[in-house]
């Protein structure tokens, strides 16, 4: 056993990285969490980030790799959300070690080095070693036998538990994991084939050597692929002879982070100390999540934060604790983490001022949400209908409503619940571009041309007309030798100045033209495999186009222009929401085409007027400066060393490329660009609004199209000052006096309706049976049939009064008022009124001497009356 093995996270990632640099591998950084698979929410293994050097899609730059991959499992298919401070292994958060392999190495090298750096690097006893096999690889198995010198004792073989497949079809392959034995103590003898946890998985070798077809055929696949994931942490707990990551250094300091910030002892308490292990865990995660660019949401990713930030809140609640947990937890991972990723350092100011104002936002919402569900828990089992009103109402998570419910063997209908949400859904999800290639042709066959014909020269950023020859054609998803007019083809060309839509610029349109006389209108152009392989979409207009063509590939010049003037402008705008909102502000999505552009990017409220004047003014100042405008590759060492901002959506290899907008802003682009940012022309933006939690859009023109739009808004305000007979700066006095008197007459139009209200409201409680009124008023709102309610219950005396209304926007509405002699003798508004707003799909407050509510039902007042008549019954005297 080695007296220098590695025995903290720092050691051990040192180790691992240079045990196989020392063997021809290349050590890449981490990439980010947020993977560019839009088929995954996150990382969720060392591979991914290779993906499409394994399936093909992209050549691969090197042939060896190792990388120490910090990866995310929850949410989606990946989960261990759940699991998380229950077992002694499950995280969310954790690092994958790894070796990979691109068509070089196979199982005779990857095989032995496992085992050197195990038993020899990290010095842990053989004896405490078991190898699992799958059941038909007799390659593998000979190899720990006769080259490693493996105990035959000590291998077992199983079937699908060793077996690896990327997805439905594609690479697949078995492979060998190595097992660290906890001891007797731990569990039963018979090693990993028992599935105990005493036998840990600490290595798993995937070997991708076959390519699964839909048919059920495995055929070997050209080149193979070792993929190597050894989780960190679970190595961690061996080297410092624990059981449990729990017990490791990395752990017990965030561990004792989750105790100051609640004031709890671990170790007292077995519920208390699942509480501060997930706490612990989640700070580790929230911080990664955040410092990568997940912001809190109610989509996908940033619904998996909202819910860790909002679960660590509630167990710290759990356990008393009154101050903000967050900022110090973060603080804490920074310190254990930082030394790694120098990223989270300096992220640390925009990741605590993101989860602390989502845990501010969350404690007022559990305070009250835990109060209701208590109540709803002491008569039962909790309905749809509840479970919806929680979520709706309260705004109280429906995940967190089935957790606590099942903390207290309680039942949630998630069927009923689900049936509500569909009923309210008002818009539809917006459903994923799939990645991968254009729509209705096979990657295979991409892949196949590119075997053929090699990547597309890319010659638009010098040239907007190039000479070029046709290198593939494809028809109905079939490659094909010719097509002639009127038929939708695509094309492949040799070299082509026509942009292929990515990093939200949109594809190029123009035109091809053989030498032999046909004619294809482009009218779209995407990447059949990323970054490789070029694919022109249109329709022959003329004449037949032949595989092996001489052709002349040209542009709309014009359309480019005005992409080129709106791609720059996103770059500028950038620099100037960052100058006047700060430095936490990043890109989340853009669109960049001719006629206009979208910004997507990260904010905690709304931009305000003054604010967007500032950023307006920014952007239209660098553009007046008519600095000249740097687009060049470099590495993306020198790039970061630059400064440079990446940008999201984008894919990013050892060589990119750095957009130099003027003095001011440096970023990674990959689109197309002006020369001179004089000659993007004015810069308008025309809106700005929220697309989600935590997520600001704004809407711009550029050029031509913000002249248009100056001109139509001074055109609208000509048209009012000649309405209001004034000029066009004495518009904003005239319409503040119309306004005025607009209100003096609504303020009228309400004393009438409050005379009328009164005058029916003395019909209503001259209708009182036993000093309960109850009735249907349709036509009255919900502040209307309030103030009707007040009226006949001051009109009654004292009572009950309870109205139901069908508005005339389809809605119902219920107001139910109690006099306090009633609600001495225990009634209630809300019991009266909630059962009936519940009839109109909604529900309402829980006052006792004034309730309103109602729902999107209206037609079902009927039953509404109905229950509330039941309700209000009970308190005649």
């Known amino acids: 056993m080695s007296s220098n093995r590695p025995t903290t996270a720092d050691e051990l990632r040192q180790a691992f990285t240079e045990f196989f640099a020392s063997r021809d591998h290349t050590a890449v950084p981490s990439a980010s969490i947020i993977p560019h698979d839009r088929s995954l929410l996150f990382t969720v293994a060392g591979m991914v980030p290779f993906k499409p050097y394994f399936t093909g899609e992209e050549a691969a730059p090197y042939k060896r790799v190792v990388s120490v991959q910090k990866c995310v499992r929850a949410g989606g298919k990946h989960n261990d959300l759940d699991d998380v401070g229950r077992t002694n292994r499950h995280l969310c958060f954790f690092e994958m070690l790894g070796n990979f392999s691109f068509g070089d190495y196979f199982k005779a090298d990857a095989i032995p080095w496992a085992w050197e750096f195990v038993t020899d690097v990290l010095g842990i006893d053989p004896d405490r070693l078991w190898v699992t096999v799958h059941v038909d690889d007799d390659d593998a198995e000979r190899i720990w036998l006769d080259d490693v010198g493996l105990n035959p004792e000590r291998i077992q073989r199983l079937d699908e538990d060793n077996f690896w497949r990327m997805g439905e079809t594609g690479p697949c392959g078995p492979s060998s994991e190595i097992f660290f034995d906890l001891g007797p103590g731990a569990g039963p003898d018979g090693g990993p084939a028992t599935g105990h946890d005493r036998y840990i998985e600490i290595w798993n070798l995937v070997f991708m050597q076959f390519d699964q077809q839909a048919d059920g055929s495995r055929p070997p696949l050209p080149k193979r692929a070792i993929d190597t994931g050894a989780g960190l942490e679970r190595i961690l707990a061996v080297m410092q002879g624990k059981d449990s990551v729990w017990e490791t250094d990395v752990f017990t300091r965030m561990i004792a982070a989750a105790e100051a910030v609640t004031g709890v002892r671990y170790g007292t308490d077995d519920r208390r100390d699942l509480s501060l292990r997930i706490l612990a865990e989640h700070a580790r995660t929230m911080t990664f999540m955040v410092s990568d660019g997940v912001v809190p949401s109610n989509e996908e990713r940033g619904y998996v934060l909202r819910r860790i930030i909002r679960r660590a809140v509630r167990h710290a609640y759990l356990l008393g604790a009154t101050n903000l947990v967050t900022p110090p937890l973060v603080d804490a991972t920074v310190e254990v983490m930082g030394n790694a990723y120098p990223q989270v350092v300096n992220d640390r100011d925009l990741v605590v001022h993101t989860v602390e104002r989502e845990e501010e936002r969350f404690r007022a919402t559990l305070a009250r949400g835990l109060e209701v569900l208590d109540d709803l828990m002491s008569r039962g089992d909790i309905s749809g209908t509840d479970a919806f009103f929680m979520h709706d109402t309260l705004g109280f998570p429906i995940d967190l409503t089935a957790e606590i419910a099942a903390e207290r063997g309680r039942a949630v209908d998630l069927e009923g619940f689900r049936t509500h949400m569909q009923e309210q859904r008002e818009r539809a999800q917006r459903a994923h571009k799939e990645a991968g290639g254009v729509a209705g042709t096979p990657v295979d066959l991409y892949r196949e041309i590119l075997d053929d014909a090699g990547p597309t020269e890319f010659t638009g950023r010098q040239e907007y007309t190039s000479k070029t020859t046709v290198v593939a054609l494809i028809a109905n998803g079939e490659r094909v030798a010719h097509v002639g007019a009127g038929d939708a083809v695509d094309v492949v060309l040799d070299r082509t100045p026509f942009y292929a839509e990515s990093g939200g610029q949109v594809g190029d349109t123009g035109d091809l033209t053989t030498e032999a006389g046909a004619r294809v209108e482009v009218l779209d152009t995407q990447y059949g495999l990323p970054g490789s392989l070029i694919v022109h979409r249109g329709r022959v207009t003329a004449g037949t186009i032949t595989e092996g063509d001489a052709a002349t590939a040209a542009i709309d010049g014009e359309r480019r222009d005005?992409?080129?003037?709106?791609?720059?402008?996103?770059?500028?705008?950038?620099?100037?929401?960052?100058?006047?909102?700060?430095?936490?502000?990043?890109?989340?999505?853009?669109?960049?085409?001719?006629?206009r552009l979208r910004f997507d990017f990260s904010h905690y409220e709304a931009v305000t007027p003054e604010q967007l004047i500032k950023v307006e003014a920014i952007a239209n100042a660098e553009v007046i400066s008519d600095a000249p405008v740097r687009h060049y590759e470099t590495t993306m060492s020198e790039a970061q060393a630059l400064g440079a901002i990446a940008f999201f959506g984008d894919k990013y290899g050892d060589v990119v490329r750095v957009l130099e907008a003027g003095e001011h802003s440096i970023e990674l682009c990959g689109g197309t660009h002006v020369h001179a940012l004089g000659f993007i022309g004015p810069i308008k933006i025309v809106s700005e609004g929220s697309i989600g939690s935590n997520l600001r859009r704004i809407e711009a023109f550029t050029g031509d199209a913000a002249l248009d739009f100056i001109h139509e808004e001074e055109a609208m305000l000509r048209r009012v000052s000649a309405v209001l007979r004034a000029t066009p700066r004495e518009v904003p006095e005239k319409v503040e006096k119309l306004v005025e008197q607009m209100k003096a007459l609504q303020d009228e139009i309400a004393r009438l309706k409050a005379r009328e209200a009164a005058s029916l409201a003395n019909d209503l409680a001259a209708e009182a049976d036993g000093g309960v009124v109850v009735a249907r008023r349709d036509g009255f709102a919900n502040d209307d049939l309030r103030q009707l309610a007040q009226a006949t219950l001051r009109a009654l005396g004292e009572g009950v009064v309870a109205l139901v209304s069908k508005t005339t926007d389809g809605k119902g509405a219920v107001a139910v008022a109690v006099s306090a002699d009633r609600r001495e003798a225990g009634a209630s508004a809300a019991d009266i009124g909630l059962p009936a707003a519940k009839a109109f799909g909604g529900g309402g407050g829980k006052n006792l001497e004034l309730f309103v509510g109602g729902g999107p039902r209206g037609d079902a007042v009927d039953d509404a009356l109905a229950q509330v008549r039941e309700q209000a019954v009970n308190w005649r005297k």
Not at 563 to 586: D, E, P, Y
């Open 562 to 595: 005005r992409i080129r003037r709106n791609h720059t402008a996103t770059h500028l705008l950038h620099f100037g929401l960052r100058q006047v909102l700060g430095s936490h502000v990043q890109q989340a999505g853009s669109f960049v085409g001719p006629d």
